[in-house]
């Protein structure tokens, strides 16, 4: 039901826009994120937007170089990075739930899933 694409090779300093596209009842969420995990590590938390008040979140790690939207129209949830960094290497994923939660950060109060697109950022 989501599918996510718009990952790459991109040298430090770079851009890159992800999208993550799903049906119309998946659209219609509480909570739309990115999360994203490296090698070796847990998934981590990127960026939420809640769609009632289209409010949006961001871990402090992306914080002024991320940016999380949505078009309705579309039913695509976008996600801008700009300024990248080797760090931000990783699988992202996008998520959604239907009702928004004060526990959003948390990978495990997600159930429905897209399949992940890999960023590498490296000269």
């Known amino acids: 039901q989501l599918q996510a694409c718009g990952g790459g090779l991109v040298q430090p300093g770079g851009s890159l826009r992800l999208s993550c596209t799903a049906n119309?009842?998946?659209?219609?969420?509480?909570?739309m994120c990115w999360f994203r995990q490296a090698p070796g590590k847990e998934r981590e938390f990127v960026a939420a937007?809640?769609?009632?008040?289209?409010?949006?979140y961001y871990a402090d790690s992306v914080k002024g170089r991320f940016s999380i939207s949505r078009d309705n129209a579309r039913y695509t949830l976008y996600l801008q990075m700009n300024s990248l960094k080797p760090e931000d290497t990783a699988v992202y994923y996008c998520?959604?739930?239907?009702?928004?939660?004060?526990?959003?950060?948390?990978?495990?109060?997600?159930?429905?899933w897209g399949q992940g697109t890999l960023v590498t950022v490296s000269s």
């Open positions: 998520a959604t739930r239907a009702r928004w939660t004060v526990l959003y950060h948390s990978p495990a109060q997600y159930s429905n």
């Open positions: 119309g009842r998946t659209f219609s969420t509480g909570a």
């Open positions: 937007i809640r769609s009632d008040m289209n409010k949006s």
